[in-house]
């Protein structure tokens, strides 16, 4: 079955530094991998996704990812972190090598950026 | 374009009573799933609509249902409610239901069950 994990329930930066937000995934078959992000009292939004390729993903909002397969990882990183950046980050994947749109969801990250 | 609208935002209900809840896709999208989401249990699926056709359905009880109709809008019903009921339920969609797309979400219908 496909997983991904999310060991770290919150992470906590300075404004200005880079910040890494880690994911693990266990998949039979080709990963597809998605991150989103959830502000207060929102939906999740769609940051990046891994399907084939560049093993460097970008995404919206200057956030990239970087897929490692030896390691089967998929963590979300940014250069610089805002405070505006501070959400539930939620990394995914495809439950069934993409052939629906169902999503096996992490327990979730919270980012704290402090000023 | 407008989002993914989800109606009610906010329902207060009683155990043992049943609740829809509605959920507008973007327009021209055909695919729309469901997720609960709880502090302890995180995200979880619900359901999958694909052109009025469940593809997929999530581990939880009977209690739970959906249907999608003919202009996409999808609908999911609980009934008998519980005490576990209560969460923030999300709706998503997209144009193909292929899963290597992004999926846009609603801002949620948050249900609490006394």
């Known amino acids: 079955a496909q997983s991904v994990a999310q060991p770290e329930d919150q992470v906590n930066v300075a404004e200005g530094n880079p910040l890494t937000v880690k994911c693990t995934y266990s998949?039979?078959?080709?990963?597809?991998l998605f991150w989103y992000v959830q502000y207060p009292n929102r939906g999740l939004q769609f940051l990046l996704k891994?399907?084939?390729?560049?093993?460097l993903v970008k995404g919206s909002y200057g956030f990239e990812a970087e897929f490692n397969k030896s390691q089967t990882s998929f963590h979300l990183k940014k250069p610089s972190a805002l405070v505006s950046d501070s959400a539930l980050y939620f990394c995914?994947?495809?439950?069934?090598?993409?052939?629906?749109?169902?999503?096996?969801f992490g327990t979730g990250t919270r980012l704290q950026v402090f000023p | 374009k407008a989002g993914v609208t989800q109606t009610p935002r906010y329902l207060i209900k009683t155990r043992g009573q049943q609740v829809t809840l509605s959920c507008s896709p973007i327009?021209?999208?055909?695919?729309v799933s469901w997720y609960q989401q709880t502090p302890g249990q995180g995200l979880q699926f619900l359901f999958e609509?694909?052109?009025?056709?469940?593809?997929n359905k999530g581990n939880f009880p009977g209690r739970f249902s959906g249907r999608q109709f003919s202009n996409s809008r999808s609908e999911m019903n609980v009934s008998t409610l519980e005490l576990g009921d209560s969460a923030l339920y999300l709706c998503a969609s997209s144009p193909s239901g292929v899963g290597l797309n992004e999926q846009f979400f609603g801002p949620g219908t948050r249900l609490t069950v006394l």
């Open positions: 327009s021209g999208h055909r695919s």
């Open positions: 998949v039979s078959g080709n990963p597809y």
């Open positions: 995914a994947v495809s439950s069934d090598g993409g052939h629906t749109d169902k999503l096996i």
């Open positions: 609509y694909f052109s009025e056709t469940q593809r």
């Open positions: 891994y399907i084939t390729g560049d093993n």
